[in-house]
């Protein structure tokens, strides 16, 4: 069984928006908006346009995918599909997207403080 081709979708033209967000225009002319927070959270090679507010709104395409000034960018199925496309080649990015991808560490979450453990004999007040 032969099977079909993925959607094959570039980014044609990408426009900064508030708070780390971008508003693309893909090859197939549906236009979508990502917030990228979380893809840039993790340092890295990426840190300069987590931290650096005028280098993020420097963003163009080049060769189908989102690029800045430094060598950086994104991979265009992160972007566009928040992962690996699609096997359907009907399916569409959503219009938004919160790009979330899996392996990114996530935070660590505050533990509860524990409560005293109460022993047999230990009378309460």
Do not use: Q
């Not at 980014?11 to 508003?23: D, E, F, M, Q």
């Not at 236009?31 to 990426?46: F, K, S, T, Y």
């Amino acid at each position: 069984m032969r099977r079909r081709p993925r959607p094959y979708l570039l980014i044609r033209k990408a426009t900064p928006l508030v708070g780390r967000r971008l508003r693309l225009t893909l090859t197939d002319g549906s236009v979508v908006e990502r917030d990228l927070p979380v893809l840039i959270r993790g340092g890295g090679i990426l840190e300069p346009i987590r931290r650096n507010a005028a280098l993020f709104r420097r963003v163009r395409v080049a060769y189908g995918t989102v690029v800045w000034p430094g060598d950086l960018d994104l991979c265009p199925d992160v972007v566009i599909w928040g992962g690996a496309p699609p096997d359907d080649p009907r399916a569409r990015p959503a219009p938004f997207l919160k790009v979330d991808p899996w392996w990114l560490p996530r935070p660590a979450r505050p533990r509860p403080p524990r409560r005293a453990a109460r022993g047999k004999g230990v009378r309460s007040r």
